[in-house]
């Protein structure tokens, strides 16, 4: 994975803050209750649309992630659980900025 941008200009910084309450970890920016993919029904290494709420597989399955962003034009996802990174496909990298905006509630230099 490329190292994340230092700015992001694809909106990164206008995302919505941190989630509060029930499973606080876990959803940050847009959520969803979907445990598996949309498209395949994949369970593993699902990725959340940070515009819409969709629930697609990664790459290493069937790549229902990238063909959601292809499909509609929404730059962000993250890991549906675990992770704190959140890839934006328009810079094709991870983004600071986008990760202090999802970590902290406003973005940090």
Known sequence: MKSPAASC??????LPPPRR???F??????ASE????EECGETDDLRVCQTCGYVGCCES????????????????I???VGSQWLWCYG???????????LTHGSPHP
């Open 9 to 14: 200009p694809h909106g990164a910084a206008q």
């Open 21 to 23: 309450g029930f499973l």
């Open 25 to 30: 970890f876990l959803r940050r920016g847009a």
């Open 34 to 37: 979907k445990n598996a993919c």
């Open 61 to 76: 399955h069937e790549g229902h992630d990238t063909a959601h962003f292809e499909k509609t034009g929404h730059w962000f």
């Open 78 to 80: 993250r890991p549906r």
């Open 91 to 101: 810079c094709a990298r991870t983004s600071n900025e986008a990760i202090n905006t």
